[in-house]
């Protein structure tokens, strides 16, 4: 049974850092890209980084580029994602999601899913 679990959201002041987790158990999961997305209310989800099962690969979007950093440690089964210099548009549910296929998770079409993370920045 595949599970994806995320962790590490919540209510940060503008300018300051969170890290964001990712378990997902029941996949040999350096055979997955995996990527974070994001939620805001009244907006549509949209891709914010990924990288490939390996980790030597990782895309951003151009929003979080220099701010943002995705890594994994497939050793155990987690993937990352390190928030700096966070901003109030940054505020959002953050979904994390693992596919074999590379373009599955820039379209969004990954075949696994977590439930998501809550992230509030503040002004």
């Known amino acids: 049974q595949v599970q994806v679990v995320e962790s590490g959201g919540g209510l940060v002041q503008a300018g300051g850092s969170l890290r964001l987790s990712c378990v997902a158990s029941?996949?040999?999961?350096?055979?997955?890209?995996m990527g974070w997305f994001r939620q805001a209310p009244g907006k549509e989800r949209e891709i914010v980084a990924r990288i490939s099962g390996s980790g030597s690969g990782t895309s951003y979007a151009d929003s979080v580029q220099g701010r943002f950093t995705i890594s994994r440690d497939n050793a155990k089964n987690t993937m990352y994602l390190q928030m700096n210099s966070l901003k109030p548009e940054d505020t959002a549910v953050y979904y994390c999601?693992?596919?074999?296929?590379?373009?599955?998770?820039?379209?969004?079409?990954?075949?696994?899913w977590g439930q998501g993370t809550q992230v509030t920045v503040s002004s």
């Open positions: 999601a693992a596919d074999q296929i590379w373009d599955r998770l820039r379209t969004g079409m990954a075949g696994y």
């Open positions: 029941g996949l040999t999961l350096r055979r997955y890209a």
